[in-house]
């Protein structure tokens, strides 16, 4: 039947259907169409080292994510924080999920530890920024999630309260990511000061308006009285071992006092964490970082490029529509801006060479007219020397030559003489 | 102030461990009568070769009771590991700060504090006056740069007022020793390695003080995990070249070595503290109570405390203060008096020429004495 339109916009009225028409069967072809994707969800995990953080999430997926042969980041020592991820794909009853674990190594450990939580910080941004990339790209189709959906913080079993360290970190990332509390190798604790530990850090969380990721009421009324019961942050204890414990076989830690049972909800609140985490909210941890923290991330991210000027939480489709195309047209006269600058930058080297190069050509030219200078005053020095030679020489020359007249007048006076005597002498 | 009126409780295991220890004067539960000479001459007034000497034990017993003793413990670790518990329960009572400061103070500090609480502690007619120093504060903050620095301040301050004292003219007859005798540094229970922080101040502290690391909270780890972290810890600590109390060096014969050497197999300690008594087979023992079972203080299968107790109070106390006095306390006097005599030819540390030389070797027997 088909409705006016004033009463459309009024309200949506109810109506009964006289038959079946089948779009009951939605949710089943919904769900064989996630099935056929697979999920995906990425877990991150904090803390110090030492608290049990890989043995944790080898209980929680019953896998070996961390073996003998991989050992896990926390048996090296780290010198700085850094940030490892791995992905292990796991099916189960034939859906699969990608799991990645997003591990920090080194967090809280050096004596110095500001800003450590930077690394952590940087990682989670760049993992938006990725998927605002992807989802502004034309083509769409495949769009890897690896946004963090949630980030577990492990604390130290101190049993008075939080450390600054810890309130720092989780100010800095509630706001980023879905941030849960985890109490670390509670096996340490006493049911006595497990309660008053857990008063104390939630007293302090309120304090420092740190915002938890609270877990929802579900509609099962079963698991909502569990979590009202069990007080946030949660007490775990992580293993991978099985143990027997009066005939049966448990997972736990065997101490000479006993076995702490790692699945029984008297010993621990593991049992509680792995169901809300996996069997029931960790949709809901998606959907939270999706239409939360990542709007967040976005709106902050997009009004710091447009013009739009401060924090605009209202999209409308105009600015949708507008803001990549202008990021574009911004990039793209940053690219045309960096290129002129370039060229300018290289002609000003190529200037440059060109001067350095005449320079040098002149010191040489110069170096060669000293040396022509030099070389002609030691011709004419040599030349001087070689005419004072020719010069004396020929005074020599001369003087000899004198000397020969005179010798030779001599003697043509003498053969005179001689000729005179032997005439006078033929007289005779 | 309290006295520790509750009877020890001796676990019959220990006796084998150290039995080669020789009774010495500072073996408080030792039987009011002198020990027979190891030797071979028999006692008894009736013997020819009998001198007496042995009757000097005697007459220094007397004498150190009447004297009383003096032990000053420094605990050093971030907050929640369980210091103030383990010191209440070495010395069975209330002795840490947190049972005598009635006033909530903040809960971390900004900067390092020392608290130095004093309490005089009686058993069986022998008095000890108890100093326990606490550092709140430390390794507590985002950056711990320089955390160590207030508390090599602090302990050198005590030898600088010690020397002050010694080098006076008129000087008391007995100095009151209010030197850090023993360092207690406690290591959290990770299960990995050492940190750097723990590195950095063990290297730094134990140039001038005994040091004794221990792992607290020790109820965290399996046996396989806290064997492994011992020897991980050990190896840190070789590598890293720190001394810890029991040091190789100063072990005076070989008996000493055996001991000391089964000491050191098992350093650090894993030790779990508790003030509060459950009952456990029909017996009330300290320990603590959680839904799988109950950790008893005492037992060593559990835990590794009265391991430390005995080492710190029963065999061997007087080894640490002597220690102190003879090794460390040397080292800051030797280095301060040759600051303030600067030779400007340059002579070797030992031959110091000033009037307090004569004063400075007789000092020495005298310290000796005091710690008696």
Known sequence: MIERPESAVASIAQRNLEGYVGFANLPNQVYRKSVKRGFEFTLMVVGESGLGKSTLINSLFLTDLYSKDYPGPSLRIKKTVQVEQSKVLVKEGGVQLTLTIVDTPGFGDAVDNSNCWQPVINYIDSKCEDFLNAESRVNRRLMPDNRVHCCLYFIAPSGHGLKPLDVEFMKRLHDKVNVIPLIAKADTLTPEECQLFKKQIMKEIQEHKIQIYEFPDTEDDEDSKLIRKIKMPLAVVGSNVVIEVNGKKVRGRQYPWGVAEVENGEHCDFTVLRNMLIRTHMQDLKDVTNNVHYENYRSRKLAAVTCNGGVDTSKTKNQMTRSPLAQMEEERREHVMKMKKMETEMEQVFEMKVKEKKQKLKDSEAELERRHEQMKKNLEAQYKELEEKKRHHEEEKSNWEAQQRILEQQKLEASKTMEKNKKKGKIF | ?372
């Open chain 2, 1 to 372: 102030m309290a006295a520790c009126g509750a009877e020890m409780h001796i676990n019959p295991e220990m006796e084998v461990l150290w039995s080669e220890v020789k009774p010495s004067h500072s073996n408080m539960s030792a039987p009011p009568h002198p020990q027979p000479p190891t030797k071979g001459a028999s006692h008894g007034a009736g013997d020819f070769s009998y001198v007496g000497i042995d009757a000097i034990l005697e007459q220094m017993r007397r004498k150190a009771m009447k004297q009383g003793f003096e032990l000053n413990i420094m605990i050093v670790g971030q907050s929640g590991l369980g210091k103030s518990t383990l010191m209440n329960t070495l010395f069975k009572s209330k002795v840490s700060r947190k049972s005598v400061v009635s006033t909530p103070e903040e809960r971390i500090p900004k900067t390092i504090e020392i608290k130095s609480i004093s309490h005089d502690i009686e058993e069986k007619g022998v008095r000890m006056k108890l100093t326990v120093i606490d550092t709140p504060g430390f390794g507590d903050h985002i950056n711990n740069e320089n955390c160590w620095q207030p508390i090599m301040k602090f302990i050198n301050d005590q030898y600088e007022q010690y020397l002050q004292e010694e080098i006076n003219i008129n000087r008391k007859k007995r100095i009151p020793d209010s030197r850090v005798h023993c360092c207690m540094y406690f290591i959290p229970p990770t299960g990995h390695c050492l940190r750097p922080l723990d590195v950095e101040f063990m290297s730094r502290l134990s140039k001038v003080v005994n040091i004794v690391p221990v792992i607290a909270k020790a109820d965290t780890l399996t046996l396989e995990e806290r064997d492994f972290f011992k020897q991980t810890i050990r190896e840190g600590l070789r590598a890293n070249g720190i001394d810890v109390y029991p040091q190789e060096e100063f072990d005076e014969d070989s008996d000493d070595r055996m001991i000391n050497d089964k000491i050191r197999e098992m350093i650090p300690f894993a030790v779990v503290g508790s003030d509060q008594e459950y009952q456990v087979n029909g017996k009330r023992l300290l320990g603590r109570k959680t839904k799988w079972g109950t950790i008893e203080v005492e037992n060593i299968a559990h835990c590794e405390f009265a391991y430390l107790r005995d080492l710190l109070i029963r065999t061997h106390m007087q080894n640490i203060k002597d220690i102190t006095s003879s090794i460390h306390y040397e080292v800051y006097r030797v280095r301060r008096l040759n600051e303030t005599n600067a030779q400007p030819n340059g002579q070797p540390p030992n031959t110091l020429v000033n009037p307090q030389q004569a004063n400075g070797v007789a000092a020495q027997h005298q310290v000796l004495t005091h710690e008696m």
